[in-house]
């Protein structure tokens, strides 16, 4: 059976739908929060960035719309990115800005094989984003755990950078650095860029000039030492990167750096999680440590989680092989000098030789999970 409903209006009542309408998406538009960021990245780091915006797009408001700026050198992976972000179903826009593979070619990296010529692309940012006045930018090895437009709304006119104090200002690490630290130095892993002041007083020419310096953190000196009188400050919950154990935290609240409310904000209700340090969780899985297991939770979201798995057990592997090759070897010794037995991570094998000279037998590489 079938029943045939007929609705009338009238054109007065259709009239009031329409401004109810209008009004709707208005207020919409008026509380809708547009937040520029960037990422910069090369073709190691670009999985990385990517499981760190997919945890910003997935912690989004339903106010806020996101317009990245993925600035990276040209690359066969640049294809994987668009199929990406193309992919995802999220409210938010993308521009892809090349940088040159060149760029600051006389710089530090080049006798520092620990850092990459990307930690210099943020540097460069005034000039590749000419008409953008003011940025977030971010690490590619962090995740976000809330939303953070919140800080489009921080006046930042008399500033060129709004960031996290970092622990360099404790009075037991000033010591070991090569730069004065007056107690404002911050992490630049997480910063809110005045990029129409640093245009103005052209700080890219001093940047430039500064990279064939030798810093304890290149890109981060750099920043601090030209911009130290037009630092602003961040709660340490946008760039949160010390967990509870860490004996720091106590330290950092007795010399007044952050305070208790702060801390206890930073490690109960962070909004941006930094992976400092070499123990990236991508390298070392601690099943222990919450940020860890977010991480790759977020990295599961992303087509790369099998590579990163694979990647991460070559590496786990080839971590205890040799933490178990050096055990070993201080044990077993001819008159307590020469290793009798000897071990090697050789073709995603491990190999015992006699005397460093003879294979004796050797065990295939095992998946873990």
């Known amino acids: 059976m079938y029943y045939l409903v007929l609705v009338c209006f009238d054109d007065k009542q259709q009239t009031t739908n329409?401004?109810?309408?209008?009004?709707?998406i208005n207020n919409l538009l008026d509380?809708?929060?547009?937040?520029?960021?960037?990422?910069?990245?090369?073709?190691?780091?670009?999985?990385?960035?990517?499981?760190?915006?997919?945890?910003?797009?997935?912690?989004?408001?339903?106010t806020t719309r996101y317009k990245l700026y993925l600035i990276c050198p040209d690359g066969a992976y640049?294809?994987?990115?668009?199929?990406?972000?193309?992919?995802?179903t999220y409210d938010f826009e993308y521009k892809i800005v090349d940088v040159a593979l060149n760029l600051f070619s006389e710089g530090y990296w080049w006798e520092n094989n620990y850092w990459s010529k990307a930690i210099f692309y943020r540097l460069q940012l005034p000039t590749l984003l000419p008409d953008i006045k003011k940025i977030i930018y971010a690490d590619s090895d962090t995740i976000f755990l809330g939303d953070i437009s919140a800080l489009m709304s921080i006046n930042i006119e008399e500033k060129l950078l709004?960031?996290?104090?970092?622990?360099?200002?404790?009075?037991?690490?000033?010591?070991?650095?090569?730069?004065?630290?007056?107690?404002?130095?911050?992490?630049?892993?997480?910063?809110?860029?005045?990029?129409?002041l640093m245009r103005e007083l052209d700080l890219m020419t001093k940047w430039e000039?500064?990279?064939?310096?030798?810093?304890?953190?290149?890109?981060q000196d750099i920043i601090n030492l030209t911009c130290k009188d037009k630092i602003g400050f961040l709660p340490p919950k946008y760039n949160s990167y010390l967990v509870k154990?860490?004996?720091?935290?106590?330290?950092?609240?007795?010399?007044?750096?952050?305070?208790?409310?702060?801390?206890?904000?930073?490690?109960?209700?962070?909004?941006?999680?930094?992976?400092?340090?070499?123990?990236?969780?991508?390298?070392?899985?601690?099943?222990?440590?919450?940020?860890?297991?977010?991480?790759?939770?977020?990295?599961?979201?992303?087509?790369?989680?099998?590579?990163?798995?694979?990647?991460?057990i070559t590496t786990y592997m080839r971590?205890?092989?040799?933490?178990?090759?050096?055990?070993?070897?201080r044990k077993i010794k001819l008159f307590?000098?020469?290793?009798?037995?000897?071990?090697?991570?050789?073709?995603?094998?491990?190999?015992?030789?006699?005397?460093?000279?003879?294979?004796?037998?050797?065990?295939?590489?095992?998946?873990?999970?």
């Open 78 to 88: 640049r294809t994987e990115i668009v199929e990406y972000l193309n992919s995802l």
């Open 162 to 196: 709004l960031g996290v104090k970092d622990t360099a200002n404790l009075k037991e690490e000033i010591s070991k650095r090569k730069i004065p630290i007056d107690g404002n130095y911050i992490c630049s892993g997480f910063v809110v860029m005045n990029l129409e």
């Open 18 to 24: 329409n401004k109810q309408q209008e009004y709707l």
């Open 336 to 369: 307590d000098k020469i290793p009798i037995i000897f071990l090697k991570y050789r073709d995603n094998k491990l190999v015992w030789y006699l005397f460093k000279i003879f294979p004796l037998w050797s065990i295939k590489k095992m998946d873990i999970r």
């Open 319 to 329: 971590y205890e092989t040799n933490r178990f090759i050096v055990l070993f070897n």
């Open 245 to 312: 154990s860490h004996p720091f935290i106590q330290k950092m609240i007795d010399e007044q750096i952050w305070s208790k409310e702060e801390v206890n904000q930073m490690l109960y209700n962070p909004i941006v999680y930094h992976f400092v340090g070499w123990d990236k969780p991508w390298k070392i899985r601690r099943e222990n440590r919450i940020m860890d297991i977010l991480w790759w939770k977020y990295a599961k979201m992303t087509p790369y989680f099998e590579i990163l798995n694979q990647d991460y």
């Open 31 to 62: 509380s809708l929060v547009l937040v520029d960021i960037a990422f910069c990245f090369d073709e190691n780091q670009f999985i990385q960035a990517m499981v760190a915006i997919s945890s910003l797009l997935y912690n989004a408001n339903k």
């Open 209 to 219: 000039h500064l990279c064939v310096n030798k810093y304890h953190f290149p890109d």
